[in-house]
């Protein structure tokens, strides 16, 4: 009836949000506070919604098209399990999320193998290098038809690192298995979700400098990141002429 159909409208409306708000803060932990909570089952996760003023409002509706009164916030309990990268590592995120988010295969398998101080086991850097960038290309087709899930994604791109031996700092494995707790709950919170904007928010840096980003998209329209665009270009260029040689080969 009505009202079974708007409780369930509102459900998925919450769920939605929630699974938003938690991306959102895992990666804010991840990319911005270098603070990793690593135990972040639902019983850990406190949800309260609060009131927020006209400039939250304004502000939630540049960046997410939405300015309710109440908004949802997410308390991380219980953080005596956490992780944080060393200075070098950290240093390799940035590069990390924004090779993902503008599909540089190259600079993609070679945030990875900075995930280490040394990566003594790896025989070919550059096989390992183009096995990950056409798993990257294979993720970029599946989103373009509104395919593919993030859980997928990682376990993928994670056989390729257990195949060719890359070793990985226990903090990076600690973030790792985080996020996958996280896209487990978030996933069945909301299939949907736009897990590359929340990135893409993630890497703009949670302050004024995505707030005015956003404001000039909305009034002008946002072009992208147009190198990362020519780069992603320029390396479909190279998938494809791999593919045409080795269909001659054959």
């Known amino acids: 009836d009505a009202a079974q159909a708007h409780e369930e409208e509102v459900n998925a409306a919450l769920g939605e949000a929630l699974a938003f708000v938690g991306l959102q803060a895992f990666l804010k932990m991840l990319i911005s506070d270098n603070f990793i909570h690593a135990d972040l089952h639902p019983g850990n996760v406190l949800i309260r919604f609060e009131a927020i003023g006209p400039y939250q ?11 309710g009164a109440l908004a ?6 219980d953080a ?6 060393d200075t070098r590592i950290n240093g390799e995120v940035g590069s990390f999320f924004s090779s993902i988010i503008n599909f540089r295969g190259r600079d993609f398998g070679e945030a990875i ?8 086991l790896v025989r070919d850097r550059e096989t390992f290098i183009a096995e990950v960038t056409e798993k990257m290309f294979e993720m970029k087709a ?7 899930r993030a859980g997928v994604n990682i376990r993928n791109f994670m056989s390729s690192v257990r195949g060719h031996h890359v070793q990985l700092d226990p ?3 600690v973030s790792l298995m985080s996020m996958m707790v996280l896209e487990g709950w978030q996933f069945r919170l909301a299939k949907e979700l736009p897990i590359f904007d929340s990135v893409k928010v993630a890497l703009g840096g949670f ?10 998209d909305r ?3 946002g072009q992208g990141n147009i190198a990362g665009q020519l780069e992603s270009e320029r390396e479909e260029i190279l998938h494809q002429s791999r593919q045409l040689t080795a269909g001659k080969a054959a």
């Open 142 to 148: 599946d989103l373009e038809v509104g395919q593919g």
């Open 113 to 120: 193998l900075g995930m280490s101080p040394t990566q003594p």
């Open 219 to 221: 009034v002008m329209g």
């Open 207 to 216: 302050g004024a400098q995505v707030f005015f980003k956003a404001l000039k």
């Open 72 to 77: 949802p916030h997410m308390v991380f309990l």
């Open 171 to 173: 903090s990076v494995m």
């Open 57 to 67: 409002r304004l502000q939630r509706w540049l960046i997410f098209g939405e300015a």
């Open 80 to 85: 005596g399990l956490a992780a944080s990268f």
